[in-house]
């Protein structure tokens, strides 16, 4: 009983403060609860609730089809389990879970509710998540998405000038530890694109990219590199909370319909880098690679400038070939005898992107040309990507 | 009809996408919207819900006196309106509004919510909120806090080393617009710390500190500076999310007792800031403020060491006289010694910390020590913080 009585206490405050910053105790509450066998624990006290539940995408998914601008579009919303109540306190363990971030929501009374006992969220465009991440042992994929004592790369939100597009850009660059001591180094770069919907701060943020480089280099598994996250929506100068206006993300404010832009304002981003970075500016010193929409930015800009990437990356995005009256893609043959040293191609088995990625490597592998296809469980979603990323930065430099 | 299928349609998507990234419409309702009189309408979609309110901290607040920890606290509760149904359609609208930014959240048959519409939020410590900025003309307090067509510096957050306290630690680094450009330029910083609960992320996040400094600097209204903003939690790495185990703040693991090791370290801060960025290193190019513990850690600080700051900002959080058997405070009476340009203190009305601060208000007065003392509305707040720092910053190099 005065287990209750504290947690009541407990939200009488934390449901109201915004006012007193000294007096936010949190709900007293542990939830998400990762257990010993690695099974978690979800908590929720409301005496009041009629139904509880929590959706995650660590339950199997279930596809959903729907019309959406005039095209029948198909998603795999995650599925749900029943909390059980005792004197107002809900609870449900999953089975034990694989190393991994996993996203999730409460549902209560049918009413999608992040976890109050929960402060960590992501943002992916315009939906709010709660999020967790679980490491059964060292090396998993948990243990590269979470913070572990090693040592941290510096993380800078840049503005950088634009000419092309005649604006003020933002972009998120990481440092890899030791860069502002080691002052004689100079450091390869990988440009990391993101997809549709997305901004500068996706691959940061529900990305892990800042930890699972952190946690490569300090495995010795990857060079030190410096990462380059630009915005790719070229017509928005900035991720939502720091553009001018308070605009909230959709598809049609959050993607470019066309890789021609990012392709001919490219060249500003590589130059500030260059000029304001001790970076290495040879071929073979730059990475670019992205997801969905950037994988497609990273296949034109490797065909517009076949002399600028030593190594690409396409993760659930490609430019599909498009071949001439003799069966040639001429920008596709340009970047294979410009000599990349790894054309990378990362797919999902269920992915919709994965039509185009089979019918880039077979038109590859038809030529001769090295390509690496590496296929993974899964469709379009963010667990791919952050693999892709684990297995890319690996190879290169 | 047609707008609530659409509606309907939306939230099938916005309430299940964490799967398929390009796929995230949001809700398709717009809420908040700030109409031309500055009122501002809030709009919640639920046919099924029984009450719907809006609580937010534009409503006159509610004092609940309540017991924690073994003592009687207060706290200012936002107040709460209705929204009103029709058609499953949920609308509140305010009166009109003053320039300021502002938290609010949906209680929906009872339960704390998101507003689904709206992707900003804001944490403090273990509360979310939803935010919005309202500027009802140029230069008022909502101004100051948005993004403006301004320049825009870069923000940095810095792994560093802090020998005395044994650890890497981490904090954020604002740079003016111009520092990469003006590479002659050397500025004054102004360090300036959270309050118990907060982190290195608090004054840049919830505190605006990055739009007040941005605009106070396009308008010329205050020297393009650099601003410190370290953790204040000595045993403390940084903030939730980039520290090692996903901890969930609370005012036990997330405060400091003392200053003492906050005095200790502060130096090992000062020497990376001085080596890796271009400053000047003189007093009078060095300010400290700080709010609630930020505050009473500013002013041991500067008591500490009475040549390192020439200018001391105390925002609700101060450190009391203690005087001797003569009557005197020695460690103030040196910072006067030392003749500081400016020693500054801020408190709300209402707020618990004013006794205090009027007790070293007068003990300045009765040595003829100049001390600036500026009194606003309310309470414990950062509403009066981020007030605090757009004066404060005006006043400074």
Redesign the interface.
Known sequence: MKRIITIA?AL????????????????GI?SPEINPDNSVTFRYY?P??ITVQV?G?FFP?ER?T???DGRT?T????GKADLVENNGLWTYTTPPLEGELY?Y?LY???????D??????N???????NI??LSAEKGDKGWYY????T?????????YDSPTLGK?R?MTVYTP?GY?KNTRTKYPVLYLLH????DEDAWSDLGRA?QILDNLIAEGKAEPMILVMPNGVYFNQAA???????F????SNS?SQSTVEVENSFPDIIKYIET?YRVRKDKNSRAVAG???GGRQSAALSRKYPDMFGYVGMFSGVVPPAVDAEGNDKALDAVFAAGPKLYWIGCGKTDGVMKNSLLLKEYCEDKGYPVTFYESEG????RNWREYLTVFAQKIF
């Not at 209560?108 to 992040?114: A, C, I, P, R």
């Not at 040592?151 to 503005?159: A, D, L, Q, R, S």
């Open positions: 206490a009488l405050v934390a449901g109201s403060a915004f006012a007193q910053q000294a007096l936010v105790p949190g709900t542990v409301n009041k609730a959706s995408d998914t959903v729907f019309e959406m579009r998603i795999d919303n995650p996203s929501t209560v009374d049918g009413q999608k509710m992040m109050p006992s929960n402060i960590y969220q943002r992916d465009i315009a939906t709010w998540t967790f991440t979470q913070v572990n004592d040592p941290h790369g510096n993380v800078t939100k840049v503005w003020q933002r530890a502002e997809g549709s919907g997305g800042v939502p909370g720091v553009a001018v206006n308070m909230q993300p959709t598809i993607r304001n997801l969905s929409m469709g379009h979603i963010w």
